[in-house]
């Protein structure tokens, strides 16, 4: 487990192995959103980056009898 320590001024840093295994460089941004007493890191994708991630998902979608149409 990474553990890390938060400094005088509220900043931390990320261990080497978690930004090896997400890809994260110097000026990478992150989005940081927080659970009630949890803390996540996500890393924020180019639109360009994202073309094709849904590629296999199935399309199709069944609707309920009462859904409007």
């Not at 927080?34 to 849904?54: P, T």
Request: glycine content about 6%.
């Amino acid at each position: 487990m990474n553990e890390v320590i938060v400094s005088p001024k509220y900043q931390v840093v990320i261990p080497k192995a978690v930004r090896d295994r997400c890809g994260i460089v110097p000026g990478a941004r992150l989005q940081v959103l927080s659970y009630d007493d949890r803390i996540e890191f996500v890393k924020v994708r180019e639109v360009c980056e994202m073309r094709g991630f849904l590629n296999g998902c199935d399309p199709t979608f069944n609707r309920d009898e009462n859904d409007r149409t």
